[in-house]
């Protein structure tokens, strides 16, 4: 992912900005089976001072997902913004931070040239996703009938045969038999 990488020693002091675009890609690199294709505008505003690289990241898109319920494709729009501070040339001291949301905090040494950022827009958007997918989340958007009738019939006909397999019935006596 060299195209995140930052040689922030070639630039000057002040602010910088760089615009990537997303996508399903992007994730795969990460390894990450839930996001299916991704169409995200990614804006980084870098503020370079002497000791310090303040990186604040805004990106608006949608990412495609899989329903949970019915399997279908959902597209949900995401918005995210994240800032990350870089301290140069330090020796890992402690900083208050000021418990901000949405920051991250990372130490470089003198030896550094580079950052990549890469990973910090990963991080950002992959807590916009939602724990369980489901069609309905999205506005004007239903769920598959087709499929959630099948579901339906399935869960009627597991319910229609509560009976137990005599096989296990056996196997339980032996059991009870054991404890005795």
């Keep these: ?21 997303l996508n399903g ?6 390894k990450n089976q839930e996001v299916k294709n991704a169409s995200i505008s990614v804006k980084a505003v870098m503020n370079k ?18 329903c949970d319920r019915c399997l279908s494709d959902v597209t949900y729009p995401v918005e995210n913004n994240f800032k990350s501070i870089y ?6 001291e402690k900083i208050d931070e000021a418990q901000e949301v949405n920051l991250d905090v990372f130490y470089l040494s003198g030896s550094q040239f580079k950052i990549n950022i890469s990973e910090s827009i990963y991080q950002s958007f992959i807590t916009e996703i939602p724990m369980v ?14 499929m959630l009738d099948k579901i339906d019939s399935l869960e009627e006909a597991k319910s229609d045969g509560n009976e137990i397999d005599p096989r296990w019935e ?11």
């Design 1 to 21: 992912m060299e195209e995140f990488d930052i040689e922030f020693v070639k630039l000057k002091n002040g602010i910088h900005q760089f615009e990537y675009q």
């Design 25 to 30: 890609s992007f994730f795969d690199f990460f």
């Design 49 to 66: 001072f002497d000791n310090l690289l303040q990186v604040d990241i805004e990106g608006t898109g949608t990412i495609d997902l899989i």
């Design 87 to 92: 301290h140069l040339n330090s020796i890992e």
């Design 133 to 146: 997918t489901r069609c309905d989340d999205i506005e004007d958007n239903e769920c598959n009938p087709e």
């Design 170 to 180: 056996e196997l339980k006596k032996l059991l009870n038999n054991k404890e005795k």
